[in-house]
Every structure is written in structure tokens, then in C-alpha cells.
């Protein structure tokens, strides 16, 4: 890695993390590797279950008990995330220079505390401003991300709000330390579509005149499309295919990948019939040993029931396929 | 699909729901409690359902399609307008009859995890309505029937067996599905039965509903907050908002011809799963939020947020009018 000149913004390198819990250990991640680059959006795709949300609780220090990191290792601008020895750079960075937007915003903001303390709680604790710079900057930010009156909202609490205006109000907060990278797990899954294009705007806005960069967690192929410019697929706790997202959509290559973009439904495109994948995601506690997506591949082989790992074809894209990486081995 | 094969205008239609509005009683506000809070949850809506047909019902959190589904299956009381079932009014229903009607129209919920009683095995689950309605005598008698049903919605003969925790989500959704079905009903109503599910599980429940259909000639009322699926298995399409329905036509023209400033909206925020066509789609973005239920607007329901709205709007509300063929829309300027 030393040798490499350019170093990215976030690396995640083999990430294993299980949980220990009653019925046994649930292999959440099982060697998770993707980077970010400076200004890049990257959307990691996968269905419930598939270790994407894991895999950023991960970089933000959201493993708790019983689940546990247990291999692999976090790089933030070079320096480790995971380190012991780096406590104090790792404080500086999270919530600071990495910051998070969750899926609900009811439940990830405080009902008991108004609008306006928690934004400005954030700003006086990470970047030292007073009572007055803090306020007068919450303003600019709920400005920023087009909330009216903000003078007003900064004296609500979460329950005076509507879902998309709570969303806003999180998308504001992580702004609040001009982050490098925002994390946004699943941030349009609670909201109705209308909102949810208001929001997917607002992000993909914020994103170019910042020019920060974000992982965007989503089970949703169409906010992809939209948003990011690569995308990575999990399955089953392992990263299937990762590439640029034009390519990965022109033309998917792992069978899980192609699967997944037959099965979502297309408003542009008639079909009399869904394309459904047979069978179900394997129950993580007790994984295929091979490759995961086997019993539900319809392009399967004998070489299938061993590890295939990342493959690159070229373009900075990856697949971890048998039958892909014997086509395009060059 | 060819949908309009089921909806001649000769058919008399299995169900027809006429100016129906649903209220709820919200309590009081102020002080003394002098104000009461109504919460408009439908009004004025009328549609038909024809044998064999599918009418998708879409709308957003609070625009009352679930609350429409659950009126003409008699779960919630009507505060005025009248529903009929095969030509017979079942408006306000009693015990008795709601009881006598559910062997012919049944109900599939959302979510899979809470609507099966983790407590009861598969095959109790299923039995229940067979049981409830004098079917069969006993959960013996009633196994062979339970076989046949599971079988059907394709889950093995064993799992009647085994309790819900075992299954996963759309399979919970199939035990869901056998239960409605158990009972041989012509009409169901399907309240958002994939938005559960993931992607590669949801076509495999939409499929099995569409396979059904067409065995049975079933009709369904299919209830969805997006345009994404219901296009695979509706015939027609109603899209409510705020209570309202505001557009209601065939399935093509919702999708080719769509004519409500609402619809174009809904239709435009489902991202296309393809970059560079997303990226070229026109985006019509409707800034605001809908209404507060317990202080609708006065005129059309939509006009705090519509780019054409004129005074028109702000003084009555527009009702549906034929447009195209097979297509109505309630709307002043379009």
C-alpha cells in the first residue's frame, strides 16, 4: 500500500465483525473492503441482512456488544481508525470529520432538547464557538439545507416537525463541522417518495457545491442510480461487485448483481411479469462455505463451492465471481 | 396482463364504494375542550372493482388508502357515501354480517412479522378461519385442507408444523396470503403486501398473487405508496392524496398519459434503477408537505404544493371528469 501514490479519503481492508448472540455467532461482515475518495458519492447496495449498515457502524465506532471487530482494519486519510494507540485522532474524526445521517430521524434526535441545542451542542463541542457563533452559524445551516425560518425552528423540538423536515434538520447537523465524508444509512427508507426526491435532491446538491464525500447505504437500485458515482453490492456480509456505477448498471456481472437489477421494479420499462431471484439470503450464522449466493445461482458451477475473492477486470471494478473472473482474466 | 378484458361495461362490478368518507373523532382541543378535532381521512371517493380485476390503490402516508381498504371490508365506520358487494349494500354492516362477509373478502396486511401470532403454528394459523366459520369441525378435519392451501402459495407440506419464527419475510407473507385464501374469497384487499420484503423476495410474492388471480378470478384492491410495483399487477389505478382520489385510470395511461400534477410528481420522484436515464429524466419536484388531515384546505387538496395552481383551485374542489378513455382526473387546470 505504501506504494501506492494517491491515498483515499476512508479504506475499509478485510472488516470482519461478528455478533455473539444466544443462537450463535452471526458472521455480519466477512472481510469488507471498499475505499472513498475525495468528492466521490458510493452507494453500498444489498438487501436487509447483507452487513451494509454493519460495515459503516463499523467506521463510525457503532459495533457495541455483542458484536465485536475482529479482523481488518479502518484507514481514515492513512491513519487507522482502529488503532489503540490513535484514541485521540480517532476522537477528532468521528463526528467531526466523519459525520452520519440514520435512517430515522425520530428516534436519532433528542425529543427532549430543541432543535437549536443540538445543533449548536455539536458546534461548541468539536469546534469551539461560542453560545453566539453557534447559533448564528445553526442558522446558515438550516438555511442551507433550505428550511424556512430558521430563526423559528431553531426554538422546535422533533415533534413539531414532519418527517423530511426532521431529515433535514440531521442532514444539517452533520454538515455542522464541514465533514470530509458523510455517512447517510438508509437516509430516504422512512419517508414518502415525494420527500424522499426532496431529499435525494438536497443530498446530491450538498455533495457537489461541498464537494465531500458520502457512503450512501441503500437497498434501493433507484437511489443509486441517482446519487452515486460508484456502487458496491453486498451479499451476505461479503462485497459481491464493486465498480463504477454507469458500468455496474450497463452491465452487471455478478449474478447477484444481475438479479437484483431484474428484480427492481422499472416505471420506464413494461414487463408482464416481476423477475424474482429463487430462494432466500443464507442465515449469516452458518454461511455457505463458499461463494454465499450459490444455492440461489443460476449460472452455478462445482468451482462455486470455494472462496472466490475480489477479482479486478479492469476500470477499478471488482467482482467476486468464478464464472466472471474466468471470462475476463486477461 | 390484459386487463381490459376483466372491466366491460356490461360487467356489474363485485365491489363499488360510492362517495365514501371516513372521519375520525380526534378528541377535543382548547381549554374548555370546546373545539372538536375531525381527522378527514377519506373523502368523497368512489370506484368499482370488476371480477378478476386489480385495482391499484397508491398513495402516500395519510392519504387514506389503507383506511378506504378497511372501510369495505366493514373494520372501519363509514361516515357517509355507501358501499355495495356484488350489487348488495354492505355500507353499515353489522357484527353478524362483517363476520358473514369475511368468507368472501379477506385482508392481507403489510407487515409479515406482526401479523402472525407468534404463539400459534403455521397450520393453526391457517386453519382459523376454516375453524371460526364452521368449515371444519376440528383442526384434524382441517389439516388436509391446510396441506392443500400451503401447497398452493408454495411452502413445503412441513411448515404447518413449525411456528412463524421459522420462516422469513416473504414466506411469512405467503402463510399470510394462504390464510386469506382459506376460506375461497372472490375479493381481497392487499394492504402494501411487499413493501416489507426485499427486491429479490418481492416478485416471487407479486407473482404468486398474480398466479392466484388468474386460477381463482380473484379481484384485488392492491395498496401501495409508490408507482414501482403496483404497474406488474394492477389493471387500473386510483391514486389518492389526502383523501382524495385524484386520478383513477387504466394502468398504461397512469403510466404514459398521466394527467394530475400529482401523479406526474409521484411518478417523477421513483428513481429509474439506470444512471445515465435517471440523470436525463425530466424531475418535477413538488416542494412542501401534505396537508394536515384535521385542517384540510378548502379547494383541491393539492394546491399548497402544485406548480398550476390559480384562484380556481383555492375556492372549490375539483371531482373527477372523464379525460381519455378509461381515464378521470380531478383537476381544474389539466
Redesign the interface.
Known sequence: MTASPKIPLLEARDLVVNFYTRGGVVQASRGVSFQVDYGQTLGIVGESGSGKSVAVQAVMGLIFTPGHIEGGDILFKGRSLLDPAGRKFVRQVRGKEIAMIFQDPMTSLNPVFTIGTQITEVLRHHMGMTKDQARHRAMGLLDMVDINAPEKRLKQYPHEMSGGMRQRVMIAMALACEPRLIIADEPTTALDVTIQAQILELLADLQQRLNVSVILITHDLGVVAQLCHRVAVMYAGRIVEVGDADQVFAAPVHPYTQGLIRATPRLDVVTERMVSIDGVPPDLISPPKGCAFFPRCDQAKKACSRMQALVELGDDRHVSCWCAAKENVR | ?TGQAHNRPGDSPLVAVKDLSVLFDAGRAGFWGGKRLIVHAVEKVSFDIHPGETLGLVG??GSGKSTTGRAILGRVPVSEGQIFFQGKEITHAGKNQVRELSRDMQLVFQDPYASLNPRMKIIDIVAEPLLVHGVVKNIREAAKEVARLLELVGLPPDAGARYPHAF?G??RQRVGIARALALKPRFIVADEPVSAL???????V??LM?DLQSQFGLSYLFIA?????V??ISHRIAIMYAGNIVELADR?LI?DAPVHPYTR???????????????ARQ?I???G?PPNPLNPPSGCRFQSRCPYVTQTCRDAAPVLTQRRSGQRAACWNC
Not at chain 2, 426485499?198 to 416471487?204: F, G, K, L
Not at chain 2, 405508496?225 to 410495483?229: I, K, R, Y
Open positions: 396482463m402516500e402516508s422469513s416473504g414466506q426485499d427486491v429479490s423476495i418481492r416478485a416471487q407479486v407473482n398474480q405508496h409508490d408507482l414501482a410495483v404497474r406488474h398504461d403510466y410528481a409521484l411518478l417523477s420522484a421513483v428513481p429509474v434503477p439506470d444512471p445515465p436515464v435517471q440523470r424531475r419536484t413538488c416542494p408537505e
